[in-house]
């Protein structure tokens, strides 16, 4: 464990620590000086530490002598780990020193995963006001630190999901290199001016005129006043004949 202020580079932690246990009071006080840290930990391929870990932890530490070891010992394995508020107490319950269980919440606290639930370790420190205040401040950090990755893990999952693709509108469906209905911007090409352009749509073929015979079948009237049509041949259908039919001969 590091004595004094120092600035540290440990793996993927960096931090600014004031030992508890090294601080002294300011002349002609006997108020210790209150804790300042700085700390902020990587935690992303820690685990939660298994009870029997745990307790493996607690029954070494309670064996040392002298609270400085257990610092160092605690310091030397909670890399692995995350830690509950609960599981933090566990630990400070092996020593009844006020500065040790400081210094505990300090090392443990930007592993912690329920910094809300600091009631149950702020109790530790109800009769040194500035004790507390200094293990709140690193428990209140620990909070804001989760905060900010629940943050971006939310806009990371929102990011993929909008590059994905989605549903399309009544177009069609769209994302997935699926186009909308009537896209046409594979046929872009490149005019001789280097700009890009649509081909132009062809225009729909003109229906014929219903209202209007063609000239073929255009009706005329004879000399006779009898209706007709013009004949694509001869220029006019002859109107049927009124002749009687021709009688058969007798026998």
């Not at 580079?9 to 090294?22: E, I, T, W, Y």
């Not at 400070?92 to 329920?114: F, G, Q």
């Not at 943050?151 to 699926?178: E, H, L, N």
Request: aromatic fraction near 2%; hydrophobic fraction near 35%; charged fraction near 25%.
């Amino acid at each position: 464990m590091l004595v004094g202020s120092e600035a540290r580079r440990r793996g993927s932690s960096v931090s600014v620590d004031v030992n508890p246990l090294s601080l002294k009071g300011s002349p002609g006080s006997s108020t210790p000086l209150r804790s300042s840290k700085v700390h902020i930990e990587s935690t992303k391929n820690a685990i939660p530490i298994p009870g029997v870990t745990l307790a493996q932890l607690a029954k070494e530490m309670s064996a040392m002598e002298g609270n400085e070891k257990r610092l160092e010992h605690l310091d030397s394995v909670k890399s692995a780990y995350i830690f509950s508020t609960s599981q933090i107490k566990v630990l400070m319950d092996i020593t009844p020193s006020i500065k040790t269980k400081l210094a505990m919440v300090e090392c443990l606290a930007p592993r912690a995963i329920d910094p809300k639930n600091s009631a149950i370790l702020l109790d530790e420190f109800s009769m040194n006001n500035d004790f507390k205040e200094s293990a709140a401040a690193a428990l209140a950090s620990r909070d804001k630190t989760l905060g900010r990755e629940v943050i971006k893990r939310t806009s990371g999952a929102a990011m993929a999901k909008s590059v994905r693709g989605g549903r399309g509108g009544r177009g069609g469906r769209g994302g997935r290199g699926g186009k909308a209905k009537g896209d046409r911007s594979s046929l872009l090409t490149v005019n001789s001016k280097g700009l890009l352009s649509l081909p132009k749509e062809n225009p729909p073929p003109e229906l014929p005129n219903m209202d209007t015979p063609p000239p073929s079948v255009r009706p005329a009237v004879t000399s006779a006043g009898l209706l007709t049509f013009a004949s694509p041949k001869s220029g006019t259908i002859p109107p049927p004949s009124t002749a009687p039919p021709p009688q058969r001969p007798s026998t």
